[in-house]
């Protein structure tokens, strides 16, 4: 079982910038693409951002293009999602996720695992 632990989340006013950091306990970790998808209050959890098992390639969701950006530090089994420009339909709680897909480049729907989130909220 793959565990997923989100951290970073947090209060910020608008146009600021937060950095999400999601570490995960599997030993393979940089075999496999990762993804930041988010839950607004009312609304259906959506894709955010994808990174490629090998760091090369990111996709994002139009509303989060050139704002936010994905990394991940294979040496630390983590990924981060750097938020910049912040406004308040950012406001949600954020999630990461992995799948078993080897060497995948990118992660959009098929999630098998996701950590438990954490709440980001903008203050207009």
């Known amino acids: 079982q793959v565990q997923l632990v989100e951290s970073g989340g947090g209060l910020v006013q608008a146009g600021g910038s937060l950095r999400l950091s999601c570490a995960a306990s599997r030993r393979t970790f940089r075999r496999y693409a990762m993804g930041w998808f988010r839950q607004a209050p009312g609304k259906e959890r959506e894709f955010v951002a994808s990174?490629?098992?090998?760091?090369?390639?990111?996709y994002y969701a139009d509303s989060v293009k050139n704002r936010f950006t994905i990394s991940r530090e294979n040496a630390k089994n983590t990924v981060y999602l750097q938020m910049n420009s912040l406004n308040a339909e950012d406001t949600a709680i954020y999630y990461c996720g992995t799948n078993d897909l080897l060497y995948g480049d990118r992660l959009y729907a098929e999630v098998a695992y996701w950590g438990k989130g954490t709440p980001v909220t903008v203050s207009s």
């Open positions: 990174i490629s098992w090998n760091g090369v390639t990111a």
